[in-house]
């Protein structure tokens, strides 16, 4: 029988909305937390960011924790690093943990590389004469050779994250934590530290893997657990728990018309934006689920006057878990107005030579040399029945074409 190393009973945490839960016991919080405390009559909204968790991990065993964004992922992890306490429950760990939860967690920007991983290293207990072995497998490892003696605080963000992942990995920990921070490395560093984490339990350490990326979680993860506002929905092998997952998905992203609300604020000095989305399969129908080589057909409203005759929009297509997919931008346009301001064009995307998921679009008009108006994530929609294909070496990802470039609605 495996050895437990994590077990969980009964977790639970409760945030109170507007509280500021960083604040430190000094003098000046201490009177400003009394002010706020005897204000009088406002009433605070509470929400539970994990309600009654309960699980148990193996010695060894790779775990996979899924979710939607606010489901209580990143809390629970907090917990098990020790970072925040919880409001009721009991979590038992058995073993050293490492954790690579936020960039740069840890981290003294103004030390150099090489002195942050000495700090860190010694943090988790390592004495000198082991970090002295380790440091070229670290430094190797985060491919920061040449910049481990600059302060870190003048490194990107994914140089940050090939330093922090490196550190955690080869610290040998029994418990090795890993949101989705990974996410901000390339796809090489990715692949490479998936494979390090394969490593890690096939030594006997555990591991366990948040992430939206569902084909790492399928390669990594032999069990899984999938977090919905802060309960288990679903817990079990990966397959199974994956496949439930993104079934709801599909059903749950149902819309596929999306009106841009956007503060008078927001419009100061902006003649001209991007007002609805909706899209269309190829039989003009209005849906949200497209199949593997359907064209996809967006109906974009713009509103305001444009200062110019001519333009073009610009979409761009992402993974939900948010890797790019593909792009593509329109010729000069002249759609039509079909009332006072409002003006809509019909763009046909496609075919969609895409694997299975969610993807967002996000949309730009361009106006000379310049984007005159942009809508991150715009629109979503799901991909289903893609057939089993692969590209070549040298291309990275699939590409997506205007089928018959843009027209205005008649």
Not at 306 to 330: H, M, P, Q
């Amino acid at each position: 029988m495996s050895e437990t190393v994590i077990k969980v009973h009964n977790l639970s945490k409760r945030y109170n909305l507007g509280e500021l839960h960083n604040q430190t016991n000094s003098f000046r919080d201490k009177v400003i937390g009394f002010f706020k405390k005897n204000a009088g009559s406002e009433k605070r909204e509470t929400i539970w960011a994990l309600k009654d968790v309960s699980f148990e991990v193996k010695k060894g065993e790779i775990l996979g924790i899924i979710g939607r964004n606010g489901a209580g992922k990143s809390t629970l992890l907090k917990i098990l690093s020790r970072i925040t306490k919880p409001t009721r429950g009991k979590v038992l760990i058995n073993g050293s943990v490492s954790s690579l939860l936020e960039v740069g967690t840890g981290f003294h920007p103004e030390l150099t590389g090489r002195e942050n991983i000495y700090l860190n290293s010694a943090i988790l207990g390592m004495r000198k004469a082991e970090i002295d072995r380790k440091l070229d497998k670290i430094v190797d490892f985060a491919e920061i050779e040449k910049f481990i003696y600059t302060p870190v605080k003048r490194y990107s963000s994914g140089m940050y994250v090939r330093l922090a992942f490196a550190v955690a990995a080869h610290l040998e920990p029994d418990i090795l934590l890993v949101d989705e921070v990974l996410a901000v490395g390339d796809a090489a560093f990715q692949k490479k530290c998936i494979g390090k984490m394969e490593d890690v339990a096939m030594e006997g350490r555990t591991v366990l893997f948040v992430s939206h990326n569902m084909n790492a979680i399928r390669r990594l993860c032999g069990s899984a657990i999938w977090i919905d506002k802060g309960r288990i929905a679903q817990k079990g092998p990966t397959a199974q728990v994956v496949g439930e997952h993104e079934e709801s998905q599909l059903i749950r992203l149902n819309d596929f018309s999306f009106v841009r609300e956007r503060d008078p604020e927001e419009l100061t000095g902006l003649d001209f934006y991007i007002k609805r989305v909706e899209m269309l399969n190829p039989k003009m129908e209005y849906t949200n689920i497209f199949s593997y080589n359907d064209s996809l057909i967006l109906l974009v409203d713009l509103d305001g006057e444009l200062s110019e005759n001519k333009y073009s929009i610009e979409f761009r297509i992402y993974k939900d878990s948010g890797e790019f997919a593909c792009t593509g931008v329109s010729g000069a346009l002249h759609g039509i107005y079909f009332d006072n301001h409002t003006k809509r064009i019909k763009i046909n995307i496609g075919p969609l030579i895409l694997t299975n998921g969610k993807y967002k679009i996000s949309l730009s008009i361009i106006t000379g040399m310049s984007r005159a108006d942009t809508w991150e994530n715009a629109c979503l929609f799901n991909l289903i029945n893609c057939r089993p294909f692969s590209l070549p070496q040298e291309i990275k990802t699939p590409v997506c074409v205007i089928q018959h470039a843009f027209s205005a609605m008649e």
